[in-house]
């Protein structure tokens, strides 16, 4: 697990733990589903196709000074999901990556129902490759972890729906590989496979006012 | 409570999970270059992925160190390997001739450790077996052989050999090519034979 991802995680129960115990603070808890699609810098040999969409699922909590705060800080929790295919000799080769990620924010009231949001995000996860479906191996090569920032925005649709989009630019390449030659050389190391991830989200609120 | 046993059930589950091989992440065809032991060998036969890995067959993967006793040099011979060409499996082994080594027991592959091999396609030669209706050698393969790591673990009776590989074999006007190789295999005393 990253020292990142850990660090977030520590800052995460910390807002959390604050918002439970403070007499002083206000909270809001949050379900939300995402939508999101990675797009994924790579270069030859490498050949990504048919990125699919993926569904995740986060639990977030929010703190503000009061119901009139126009800034609230956060943390969420989202599973984490991304993957991507790779097609030889008719064989499908799919590329998953399971984990979880951690995001602690900052949101922006510039309206009654419009938020503008941003923050950093850190990710643990465990890459698994499959052909046609079996299961091969667990990823040799790849990282287990990412990290990067968020922009975003979203729409108070009801006091308890809010509809938000946001996009993540992630620093970390996600494969480091060596290439063997054609006589059996090995090239020097290449890291390789950067993601930019879009994404809707849906979110439920509640314990709209904890205190 | 209930969760422990559900987690331990579960992690006894993922560890019983079959890995025919671990794959390269570039092309999972092939296993990565690896100094683990796992009996695996790949590479690209004139374009073709050909992997020997116990996935593959329903018979173990060989690696055999042979010598002749009158005379020097030694064939390494990595068997069982299989390629599919338009749809039709294929089996393929590649081999070594190293005319200038006689390697009879497993401590004296100690000594190659980190060393490349010049195939010249005089006395050190790549060999390509095409096994289809009628068994064919091709010899005299040029390139080079790079014995990479030979790890020996206390209480362990086998060596762990890795090495990279390619070469090209001009035969009857056609150019074969094993291009990419790599290898990582278990040796114990039984993958030594003292005739070939």
Known sequence: ?211 | MRWIFVLIGLSTLMACRDIPYEASPLDPRLPAFSADGTNTAGAYIDGYSWLASRSTVSYEPHFTICTNPDSVGTRILVSNGFQIIEDDLQKRDVGFFLGDLSIRYKNQLLELRDTVINLDGVSNYGMLILDSESPDTLRYGVGKLYIRDVISKPGLESLIVSGTFGFDIKSNGLNHTVYSGRFDYRIKDSNFCYSF
């Open chain 1, 1 to 211: 697990m990253s020292k990142c991802f850990k660090y977030c995680g520590i800052v995460f129960l910390m807002v959390f733990e604050s918002v439970f115990f403070s007499n002083v603070l206000f909270g809001q808890m949050y379900f939300q589903g995402n939508l999101q699609y990675s797009i994924y810098n790579h270069h030859k040999p490498l050949d990504l196709v048919d990125v699919n969409p993926d569904l995740t699922f986060g639990l977030g909590v929010m703190i503000f000074a009061n119901q009139k705060s126009k800034f609230e800080i956060g943390a969420e929790l989202n599973s984490f999901h991304r993957n991507f295919y790779q097609k030889y000799d008719e064989a499908d080769y799919k590329y998953i990556f399971r984990g979880l990620d951690l995001r602690l924010l900052t949101n922006y009231s510039i309206s009654e129902k419009w938020n503008l949001t941003t923050g950093v995000v850190a990710a643990t996860y465990f890459p698994e490759i499959r052909m046609n479906g079996e299961y091969i191996v667990e990823g040799e090569g790849f990282r287990e972890s990412d990290y990067g920032v968020f922009i975003g925005c979203h729409y108070y649709l009801t006091k308890s729906w809010v509809l938000g989009a946001r996009f993540d630019f992630w620093f970390v390449n996600m494969l480091e590989y060596q290439l063997i030659g054609d006589y059996g050389d090995l090239q020097p190391k290449v890291k390789d496979i950067r993601a930019n991830t879009a994404e809707v989200f849906l979110r439920y609120q509640f314990f709209n006012r904890w205190k």
